[in-house]
Antibody, heavy 112, light 112 residues
Framework: EVQLVESGGGLVQPGRSLKLSCVAS????????MNWIRQAPGKGLEWVAY????????YYAETVKGRFTISRDNAKNTLYLQMTSLRSEDTALYYC?????WGQGASVTVSS | DVVMTQTPVSLSLAIGQPASISCKSS???????????LNWILQRPGQSPKRLIY???KLYSEVPDRFSGSGSETEFTLKISRVEAEDLGVYYC?????????FGSGTKLEIK
């Protein structure tokens, strides 16, 4: 069974940093491109970033470009999202997602 | 960016009635591979999104065959032949052909 388990969320002040992790199991992680997708409270879904299976291709939404960094460690079956210069509008549930599978999400709240 | 326009915003249907959701993209989703990466997902209340349909019309194995997808280029439709209680939630279309990946704003299905 494919499982994606996010961690690292929390309450953080504006301008600070936070790093999310997503541990994958039940499939060969190194074969799949992965995404981070977020959902602000009561809102729809917003794609944040993508990384290809071997990390050769990386794309970001304009709203996070220059502030967020997606990475992966295929030996550890883990996907990361390093978030810096956080803003209140980054408050959301952050999902780790394959094209066909989603985690339960990690909650990030940016507030003073 | 590709804008995904979903209609209607909401549906209220009795069990056994058919449902139809439209999704239109601002540009063709036909990729250079010859494939069209238009997907449908369902987010039940309080849950993370679950996969339904990929490449316009292909159902994932666990999805009941009362669901169907159709369309091409810029116009797509999700249909449920007979709504059941477990179908309630928010349906999203999303495109994986062009970066940034983009989502429709969602259609909320309520059961009367």
């Amino acid at each position: 069974e494919v499982q994606l388990v996010e961690s690292g969320g929390g309450l953080v002040q504006p301008g600070r940093s936070l790093k999310l992790s997503c541990v994958a199991s039940g499939f060969t992680f190194s074969n799949y491109g992965m995404n981070w997708i977020r959902q602000a409270p009561g809102k729809g879904l917003e794609w944040v970033a993508y990384i290809s299976s071997g990390s050769s291709y990386i794309y970001y939404a304009e709203t996070v470009k220059g502030r967020f960094t997606i990475s992966r460690d295929n030996a550890k079956n883990t996907l990361y999202l390093q978030m810096t210069s956080l803003r209140s509008e980054d408050t959301a549930l952050y999902y780790c997602a394959r094209v066909d599978a989603w985690g339960q999400g990690a909650s990030v709240t940016v507030s003073s | 960016d590709v804008v995904m326009t979903q209609t209607p915003v909401s549906l209220s249907l009795a069990i056994g009635q058919p449902a139809s959701i439209s999704c239109k993209s601002s540009q063709s989703l036909l990729g250079t591979s010859g494939k069209t990466f238009l997907n449908w997902i369902l987010q039940r209340p309080g849950q993370s999104p679950k996969r339904l349909i990929y490449q316009v019309s292909k159902l994932y194995s666990e999805v009941p065959d009362r669901f169907s997808g159709s369309g091409s280029e810029t116009e797509f439709t999700l249909k449920i032949s007979r709504v059941e209680a477990e179908d309630l939630g928010v349906y999203y279309c999303w495109q994986g052909t062009h970066f940034p990946l983009t989502f429709g704003s969602g259609t909320k299905l309520e059961i009367k």
